[in-house]
């Protein structure tokens, strides 16, 4: 389930951030046990920002 959510988050990311349907895979390294069920929408996002703005 958490990683389906992070998933569908990515994908809602993209479409908003570069306003077409790129297809990018995400690749989440292990952290802690419940980090990414404790994870927040709005620390994604901003987490994703902050490397989509580096890279582009």
Do not use: C, P
């Amino acid at each position: 389930m958490t990683r389906n959510r992070l998933r569908r988050w990515g994908k809602e990311f993209v479409r908003d951030f570069t306003k077409n349907n790129m297809d990018i895979n995400f690749i989440f390294k292990n952290r802690g046990k419940d980090f990414y069920k404790k994870l927040s929408h709005d620390e994604f996002d901003k987490a994703l920002e902050k490397v989509f703005r580096k890279a582009l």
